[in-house]
């Protein structure tokens, strides 16, 4: 573990401002402090979930690095400030490179513009570069992406226009006139989805492929991937394990797995689904979507289906990134799902990227948005 290091200084009371790597005993701080900040979302109001997100997201996967740096002043006894990051292995071209991913940020309220946020910024691109990563990228929201467009080293790769397709107008048109009138309802997190029929799944009648759900991610998962990501420039590895540990043993957010076999029991590609609400509104996401080139009609089934199960969930809206990958681009416009608009705040998501290792060019093709097959199970917001 890297010892504490950087101080920067409180420029009134000229308290030290000292970063260090988390450690157990600061959770309760930490929760406190996300509790704060975010008092209606539902990960952060309930204490049990929060803390077996955290065990999850963070310390529970031997493939993902991730780290904690918390900001402290008082002598190491209040903590300012917070962020996690991971690292986490993208596929860049032919390499798999090592990258770092910056997630949920927070500093304290009480201790804001005294540049905590930028100096934790500062200290895990130092603390990344010393353990070799190559690139670093993040999914900043509207409170930090302006902080970061002053600092030229991070370029926007893209602001990614979130997909919707309305899926119940009556509820919507409800809870868009509570949200005006302030009086939109909090909910909490589905700890399970309630149990599906086999009628939801039906593949048009097609004697090819069969749809089903599953908690169960075997090695035709892998072989997938390494098929498929040979047509793909830049991603996160869609691996077995990673599957696995992304969707299924999430113990927060159920996420729904459903897949396409064929008469021989090969998969043809696979769904990932899940619904959160926010501010108010069930909102069904198309997390993933992965399958061969030539199983496009698969594919559409499997899309279709999660959409019918998002429904019959309850779900407002279906809402998905678009992956910036022509084929699934098509795919997710054929079911009737539009970019938002552009005047809707919070209806893009903003994705920034920069190289750590000084021998990597400039114009590396991580930095390309084009080069990228991105979905929301990639990003920190799912
Ligand atoms: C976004 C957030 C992390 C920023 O934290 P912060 O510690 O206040 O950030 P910094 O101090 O590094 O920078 C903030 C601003 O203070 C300015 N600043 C930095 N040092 C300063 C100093 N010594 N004196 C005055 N201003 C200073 C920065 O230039 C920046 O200016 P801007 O507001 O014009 O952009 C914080 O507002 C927060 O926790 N928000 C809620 C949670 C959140 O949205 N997190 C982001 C998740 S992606």
């Not at 990258?99 to 201790?111: C, E, G, K, N, R």
């Not at 048109?173 to 589905?190: C, D, P």
Request: net charge positive.
């Amino acid at each position: 573990m890297t010892p504490s290091t950087g101080a920067l200084r409180h420029p009134e009371a000229m308290t030290a401002i000292n970063i260090r790597l988390h450690r157990c005993e600061d959770d309760s701080q930490i929760f406190d402090m996300q509790q704060m900040v975010y008092p209606d979302h539902p990960l952060y109001r309930d204490r049990s979930l929060t803390a077996k997100y955290w065990q999850w997201r963070y310390f529970s996967n031997p493939a993902i690095q991730s780290f904690v740096f918390v900001a402290t002043v008082d002598g190491g006894k209040t903590i300012a400030g917070m962020r996690p990051l991971s690292i986490v292995s993208v596929k860049v071209g032919q390499r798999i490179r090592k990258a770092l991913w910056l997630t949920a940020v927070i500093t304290h309220p009480a201790y804001r513009k005294r540049g905590i946020f930028s100096a934790l910024v500062k200290h895990s691109l130092q603390h990344a570069k010393d353990m070799g990563v190559d690139i670093a990228y993040t999914f900043p929201n509207h409170n930090s992406y302006p902080i970061y467009q002053k600092k030229p080293q991070w370029r926007t790769l893209a602001n990614i226009p979130i997909l919707v397709r309305p899926l119940n107008y009556r509820g919507l048109v409800l809870k868009s006139f509570r949200r005006v009138l302030g009086a939109a309802e909090n909910h909490e997190i589905r700890q399970t989805m309630p149990s599906f029929a086999d009628a939801d799944l039906h593949n048009g009648d097609s004697s090819l492929f069969q749809l089903r759900m599953t908690r169960h991610v075997d090695h035709e998962y892998t072989r997938l991937w390494d098929n498929v990501s040979q047509e793909i420039q830049v991603a996160l590895p869609r691996n077995r394990d990673y599957l696995k540990w992304r969707y299924l043993d999430c113990p927060v957010l159920p996420y729904e797995l459903i897949e396409a076999r064929d008469a021989h029991q090969r998969l043809l590609g696979y769904t990932v689904i899940g619904l959160q609400n926010r501010q108010g509104m069930a909102m069904g996401l198309v997390v993933d979507l992965l399958f061969y080139s030539n199983a496009t009609r698969a594919a559409q089934s499997l899309l279709k289906a999660g959409l019918r199960r998002l429904k019959a969930l309850g779900a407002d809206l279906a809402c998905a990134l678009p992956a910036n990958n022509p084929r699934l681009r098509r795919l997710l416009a054929r079911q009737g799902l539009r970019p938002l608009p552009n005047f809707i705040r919070g209806g893009r998501v903003n994705f920034i990227g920069t190289i750590i290792n000084p021998g990597l060019a400039s114009d590396d093709p991580f930095l390309n948005f084009d080069n990228w097959y991105l979905t929301w199970g990639d990003t920190d917001n799912a």
